[in-house]
């Protein structure tokens, strides 16, 4: 059994639980995933599966990867999980909603939404220089530097730039509801990055 899954975000929406308490869900199109490639410790040095996700052209994709598919389907995006068992997984074998169980606790992971190159008191929270009449700071970062010793900026100083667009891993999520017929779950809560966009859901012990 894979202990992780691919699947792609619809949106957010709400379910109710049977007190009326509103709960608020992300819908995930999860699967199913296709085994392309087991890799071993003998002969690539670690142990994992490498699997595909959403059909892909054949005419779209390069000799290499024609190879690599060999009598698989191409598939768009490929990504590797660690399994119980790897001897009990085999090429071609087909995973789905099946892995993962109504309250199961899972962490997943997605590409943020980009917010383009902003400034300090957006990006990092600063909290600004006073707005009052006759100043000039409003909301630029202030002083970043030194004196003469070191005279020059030290590397990780919290300052304008790229905002969003980065790989985001959100912990402590919970599977409220599956629905196997659609290849759908419902996760609690927000998860990471824009509708439809591609994220990575696996098991969790936190």
Request: glycine share 14%; hydrophobic share 35%; with cysteine.
């Amino acid at each position: 059994m894979l202990n992780g899954m691919l699947g792609r975000k619809i949106g957010m929406t709400q379910i109710f639980e049977e007190d009326g308490t509103a709960v608020p869900v992300t819908v995930v199109q999860v699967g199913p995933v296709t085994v392309i490639q087991k890799k071993t410790e003998e002969q690539d040095g670690y142990n994992s599966i490498q699997v595909g996700f959403e059909d892909r052209n054949p005419r779209k994709i390069n000799k290499p990867l024609t190879g690599h598919f060999k009598d698989q389907k191409p598939m768009t995006v490929l990504r590797e999980f660690s399994a119980d068992d790897i001897t009990q997984v085999e090429v071609g074998q087909v995973f789905n909603t099946s892995i993962f169980e109504e309250g199961d606790k899972i962490a997943v992971t997605g590409t943020s939404k980009g917010k383009g190159f902003a400034g300090t008191m957006k990006r990092h929270n600063f909290g600004g220089q006073p707005a009052s009449h006759g100043h000039r700071g409003h909301r630029r970062t202030g002083s970043i530097g030194q004196c003469a010793t070191p005279a020059r900026v030290f590397k990780g100083k919290k300052m304008p730039g790229q905002y969003g667009n980065a790989t985001v891993t959100v912990l402590g999520l919970k599977v409220a509801k599956i629905l196997p017929d659609q290849n759908v779950i419902l996760v609690k809560g927000a998860i990471p990055g824009r509708n439809g966009g591609i994220v990575t859901l696996k098991k969790s012990s936190r």
